[in-house]
């Protein structure tokens, strides 16, 4: 069973950073893509990054395409969204998300708790 933990949410200006983590575990994680979508107040959740832990691909939301970066770090098991340029529209609950594949409209099978970031003016 893939378990997924968040963290590194909280308050941030705009044009400011963030950093999340999402540090997994179960079974070994070469054949997954994982991810980071976002849900912000009244509106859908939506696909912000995808990662394919085996090959390093990343895709983006055009929304996020240059502000933000996906990355991996095998030895911890852990997927990070390296956000900067934050804008207010960034404020959302980021799920992290893992699966053998993530659609884009329905991410993959696991879901973290999430963890909120907040954007002030």
């Known amino acids: 069973q893939v378990q997924l933990e968040e963290s590194g949410g909280g308050l941030a200006q705009a044009g400011g950073s963030l950093r999340l983590s999402c540090h997994a575990s179960g079974p070994p994680f070469s054949r997954y893509v994982m991810g980071w979508f976002r849900q912000a107040p009244e509106k859908d959740r939506e696909f912000v990054a995808a990662?394919?832990?085996?090959?390093?691909?990343?895709h983006y939301a055009d929304s996020v395409k240059g502000r933000f970066t996906i990355s991996r770090d095998s030895d911890k098991n852990a997927i990070y969204l390296q956000m900067d340029n934050l804008k207010p529209e960034d404020t959302a609950v980021y799920y992290c998300?893992?699966?053998?594949?993530?659609?884009?409209?329905?991410?993959?099978?696991?879901w973290g708790q999430g963890t909120q970031v907040i954007v002030s003016s």
């Open positions: 998300n893992a699966g053998d594949a993530i659609s884009t409209q329905h991410g993959g099978e696991y």
């Open positions: 990662l394919k832990w085996s090959t390093s691909w990343t």
